[in-house]
């Protein structure tokens, strides 16, 4: 069984369009991430989520959304996509908030045409 | 801000040593972890030092310093599997890991 999960794997779409990324953890975590990670393999926290109450948000543009309708789901949303939006995008998920041990998923390469 | 430096790249061959250097400055300290990922795939959690000193893990130690902050990871028996990028992430606060921007690391025969 596959500990975090995300859906799609690739995503292609032109700008202006909105769409949306989807994950899951079955480890019975309370926290959980979102990471993007640019051509460079810079990575860089997003948003995160403790028992689905949003407790960090970076500078992150308003298209961006993230949506958590139980703790062992954390969705982004994405509108009016850019060019620049293009990376991969990692859903990740810890026991606590506090924890140093972060479970990633496999990651969602979307590309912006 | 946050700033972890870390080399862009090692080299090295099968069976032998290498030591990847993380140095960081940041505004709030608990701890210096390491992740794996290679291409294509996603990070893995490696180690991770709160305190100063040598963490074992078979093949993989990782070191810190805090009065220096600075940390590295130590990888022996290199072996081709581990051609991958390696990251320094410090957890800065309640819920945030801050990324170093990765070292690549290529095993050659």
């Known amino acids: 069984d596959t500990a975090v999960s995300q859906t799609p794997k690739y995503l292609v779409t032109q700008m202006g369009n909105d769409k949306s990324i989807k994950c899951e953890q079955n480890?019975?975590?309370?926290?959980m991430y979102w990471y993007k990670q640019d051509s460079k393999k810079f990575l860089k926290i997003m948003f995160s989520?403790?028992?689905?109450?949003?407790?960090i948000n970076e500078t992150v543009p308003n298209r961006f959304s993230p949506k958590s309708p139980d703790k062992a789901h954390l969705n982004l949303h994405i509108n009016s996509l850019e060019l620049g939006d293009s990376a991969v995008y990692f859903c990740?998920?810890?026991?606590?908030?506090?924890?140093?041990?972060?479970?990633f998923g496999p990651g969602t390469r979307l590309t912006v045409t | 801000g946050q700033s972890l430096e870390q080399p862009s790249e090692v080299t090295a061959v099968e069976g032998a040593i290498v030591q990847i250097n993380c140095t960081y400055q940041?505004?709030?300290?608990?701890?210096l972890s390491w992740y794996q990922q290679h291409d294509g795939g996603a990070p893995t959690f490696l180690s991770y030092?709160?305190?100063?000193g040598l963490e074992e893990t078979g093949r993989f130690s990782s070191f810190l310093s805090r009065s220096d902050s600075y940390g590295y990871l130590l990888l022996q028996e290199l072996q081709m599997k581990d051609s991958a990028s390696y990251f320094c992430?410090?957890?800065?606060?309640?819920?945030?890991?801050?990324f170093g921007k990765g070292t690549m690391l290529l095993v050659s025969p």
């Open positions: 030092n709160a305190l100063d």
């Open positions: 940041t505004s709030g300290f608990y701890g």
């Open positions: 992430a410090v957890l800065t606060g309640y819920s945030t890991l801050t």
């Open positions: 990740a998920s810890s026991q606590t908030a506090s924890s140093y041990e972060q479970y």
């Open positions: 480890l019975g975590h309370d926290t």
């Open positions: 989520y403790n028992n689905k109450e949003l407790i």
